[in-house]
Structures are given as C-alpha cells and as structure tokens.
C-alpha cells in the first residue's frame, strides 16, 4: 500500500519534495499547500502553508543509481561487456587513432644531390660538402649550387632544393610526410590534413551520435566499425588524392568517441528483480521531459552554464597536452616507439592512481592537482630543450605529462557526468567534446613549430589555468547528484571553497 500511494503522488506534477514512506505520515509541498497522508487510513488533506520545504523527516527520491544497485551493476553480462568492448575493442579503437599521428609524422630530412653513389663517401661527409648549415644543424630546405666534390672553386651559394630529399629512416622508413613530399615549402599540408580532418571529424561524430540515439547502439556500433576499416584502405591507397585523404583521415576521428560511448549506454538485469521503486524513478524521468529543450538546457541557469564552460576549457586543453607529444614525437630527438610506450605507461598508471585520489580527496582537488602537475611537466621540457638536454630526460618529462593529463581527463570525464542534471548529461557531454574537437583542430600549429620549446611554453600556461578553473566546480563526491534542471542551478551551493575532504549531505546520507 506504501507503493501505491507513491506512485499515486507522482502523478501531481508541481511537487518539489519526496514523500517518505517511513514517516508517521507523508508530507508533500505543493507550490503555497502542504499535502498530509495517514498511513493507517489512507486519507489525503490539504493545509496552507507558507513552508518553503518539507521537514527534515523527509527522505530523498530513489534515483537510476539506486536502481541500478538494486539489480546489480557487476553480473556476467557487464563483465563479458566491459573485457570484449570496453578494454579490447577500445585498444584497437584508440590504436587506429594514434596511427595515423605516427603516419604523419616529419623525418629529418635534407635536400637530395646527386653524386654520392659514385664516391666512397659517408652521409656526413656528403652532407658537409653539399649542404650548408644552419646553426648547429644541417639545413633541410637548401643545398649548394655546385656537388662536384672535385672542384674547389666557383660560387657555392645555398639554392632551393633542386632534386628533391632524403629522409632519415632510423625510426621510420616511410611516412606520409615522405611519401608525399610534404616538407619546406610543401610542409604546410600537413597542418591543413590535421585541421580539416579534425573539423569534420567533429561534424561526423555528432551524426553518428544522432544515429546511435535514433535507431540504437548496434548499428551505431557496426557503423563506427565500418568508419574504421574504410577509413584505413582509403589512407593506404589515396594519399595522392588530398581531399579523399582528409575524408579518410576524418572518419575515424569521427568513430573514435561514440564507438566507445555505445558500449558504454548499454545494461542488463543479470537475472535479478527489478525492485519495486524502478517504476517511480521511471515515471520521475518521464516528468522531467520538459527540462529537454535540446542544447537550450546549457544556457538553462548560470550555474549550468558555468559549469559545462569549464569543463569545455578542460577538455579542450587535455586533447591539446595529451596528442601534442604524440605527433611531434619525431621531434624530441628520441626513440619515438620508445615515447610511445612510455606514455602508454604512464596512461595506464594513471587510471589507477585517480581513481584512489577521486575516492579519497573528491573529485575538485585532484583534478586541479593533475592540471598543476601537468603545467609543471611542460615547464620541465621546457627547461630540458632550453638547456640542450635529449632523449631520455625528454622521454621522462613527456612520461610525467601524459600521466598527470590522463588524471586531468578522467576527473573531468567523472565531473561532467555527476554536475550536470540527469536530464542533460549526454547533452552537455557532446557539446563538450565537439568544441574541444574544434580545438583539437589548432593542434599542428601548435605542436610542429619550428621553435621546439614554444609549444610546451604554451601547454604549460594552459594547465595552469585549467588548474584554477575547475577548482571552482561543485564537489561532487558523496553528493546527491542533480537529476533536473532546477537541481542543476543550485549543486554546489553553500560549499566551501577551501574543503579538502568531501562530507556526505544529509541527502545522501539518508539516500
């Protein structure tokens, strides 16, 4: 009877409180009415009242969390799940990402002169008579005007490359970028093959997104998987053709977020009774219809729209500090397999160390403290090239960069799911990743400058400032998570701001 008399009062649409079963009788308010209930006779009565909320004897809404609990989030069905597509099928997913940032990738190279292969001369030796310096280095664009090795006279003035390049292939004996010839004057379709990939990768990945929301999660998964397997046979056979190569390029950037997101939206029972709330926190989603005025809900109240600002801010900034290393990983003047791996490292390392942090600390100070530490691995590398030391000091340094970023993206990741109301979260979670897709697209301009230290100058403001902004996010750890809008305008209202643990509400606590 308890039941019933729940489900009977979700039909009244204006209520702001949560009517308690467990109390001697129920209260509701009801706009300027308070709504009484006897339990024993199961009368209802009306009183004026000018109570802004109910007494402290009321208990807050089963929320998705407590059903989800009840039915068991660890079963079979999830384990099977979260072994075949969240881990393996996400490796591959993130494997075809990262292999086209290493197919792009500038070897040393010098401009090629003919003559070398009818002399017992090394490289080096070739190199000092046939192409001048710049600096300490050898230049990559120019060559003298004269490769008769014999001749001691005449004009040996540096003109343009005249027979095309050599390349260096320690590391990597073919790159689009030598494929191509994408150096010196021609360097500049590398960025434009990054950017425009990225631009519409962006608005390919909200369109697969609109499919996985329209017609379900299998054929959005069958759809990224086929991006993935055509994007890869067309950057095989269409480097020459460079729209068809950004449209290549672009599908599996597009594919890459909601080929994981899919998996991630889909549950089961594991066999075990629904319990009998599931249906009132069913019809409490289906009242909160009206909050779902689409991308409108952001700009809903200025503490949503606040919040979702900032986790922008830091989305955008960890895609820029995450792939920076990656495609300028030619140019730390070390083994780029050996950088690759170390990070890999540091990524898987770092899941676990946040998830201790987040557990123990909150969600807001770890985060900020993975930005500084971020800012501080940037100004290192920083520090290392101004001083001339490479190779493993760098690798060391980008190690501690990816690890303290991948902390920064996971906290951010759990803070847009646990500040946003119910009702906007995939909402606000695309909005958030699309604009920091946009800036992503500013990543060739910044990692492959020609100045070395610059890009790290830069990443290193960025964090900084990453690091003071969602340190104003609400505490979200061992709070009652906000499921509507209004819920949304007023999370986080009245905490500290210098708190270093987090205090469950008397919300949650009774939750």
């Known amino acids: 009877m308890k039941y019933a008399t729940l489900y009977l009062l979700e ?34 009565f009306f009183e004026r009242t000018e109570i802004p ?82 600096g300490a280095s050898f230049s990559k664009c120019l060559m ?6 014999t001749d001691s006279g005449g004009s040996r003035e540096p003109v343009k490359c005249q027979h095309g390049w050599e390349y260096d292939d320690t590391w990597f004996s073919l790159t689009v970028t030598s494929q191509m010839n994408w150096v010196c004057d021609n360097r500049q379709a590398v960025n434009d093959v990054l950017f425009y990939s990225q631009i519409i990768g962006v608005a390919l990945g909200l369109l697969f997104g609109y499919i996985g929301d329209m017609y379900g999660r299998r054929p959005q998964q069958l ?65 909160s219809k009206t909050d779902r005025r689409g991308f409108l809900c952001i700009f809903s109240s200025w503490n949503v729209f606040r919040n979702t600002v900032i986790l922008i801010v830091a989305r955008s900034v960890y895609l820029l500090t995450m792939f920076s290393p990656v495609i300028a990983v030619s140019q730390l003047s070390a083994n780029p397999f050996l950088g690759i791996v170390a990070q890999g490292a540091a990524i898987f390392a770092a899941f676990y160390v946040v998830n201790y942090f987040g557990a123990r600390f909150g969600r ?39 690890f303290s970023t991948t902390a920064n993206m996971s906290m951010t990741n759990l803070q847009s799911i646990e500040v946003h109301p119910t009702c906007l979260r995939q909402i606000a979670t695309s909005v958030e ?19 070395k230290r610059l890009p790290f100058a830069i990443l290193a403001a960025l964090n900084l400032m ?31 701001y210098w708190s270093w643990k987090p205090k469950p509400t008397p919300e949650y606590a009774k939750g």
């Open 144 to 149: 003298y005007n004269q490769s008769d090795v």
């Open 433 to 451: 990743w699309a604009v920091a897709g946009v800036a992503m697209s500013a990543l060739p301009y910044l990692a492959l400058m020609d100045e």
């Open 466 to 496: 990453v690091a003071f902004s969602v340190s104003f996010l609400p505490e979200s750890a061992l709070q009652r998570l906000p499921e509507t809008l209004r819920d949304g305008a007023v999370f986080g209202r009245g905490q500290r």
């Open 223 to 287: 759809l990224c998987l086929s991006a993935h397997v055509v994007s890869r046979v067309l950057v095989v056979l269409a480097p020459h053709m460079l729209p068809l190569f950004i449209l290549a390029a672009s599908l599996v950037s597009a594919a890459a977020g909601p080929m994981v997101e899919s998996v991630l939206s889909v549950a089961a029972t594991n066999g075990s009774t629904v319990p009998p709330f599931a249906l009132q926190v069913i019809q409490t989603v289906a009242k």
């Open 364 to 402: 807001r100070w770890p985060s900020a403290a993975s930005a500084l530490l971020a800012a501080m691995a940037c100004v290192l590398i920083f520090c290392l090239f101004t001083a001339h030391v490479e190779g493993a000091p760098v690798v060391m340094g980008t190690l501690l960069m990816q």
């Open 11 to 44: 039909y009244l649409d204006s209520a702001r409180c949560v009517y308690d079963p467990g109390a001697d009788n129920g209260k509701r308010i009801y706009g300027d009415f308070c709504f009484f209930i006897d339990l024993k006779s199961q009368n209802f």
């Open 53 to 134: 909320e109910c007494s402290r004897k009321t208990k807050a809404a089963p929320a998705f969390e407590d059903v989800l609990d009840a039915i068991g989030s660890r079963g079979k069905f999830q384990t099977r799940l979260n072994i075949v597509f969240v881990c393996i099928a996400s490796c591959f997913d993130m494997m075809s990402l990262n292999v086209f940032y290493l197919a792009m990738q500038t070897p040393d190279h010098w401009c090629y002169v003919p003559g070398r292969e009818l002399s017992n001369l090394s490289i080096e030796e070739w190199k000092n008579l046939t192409i001048p310096r710049e």
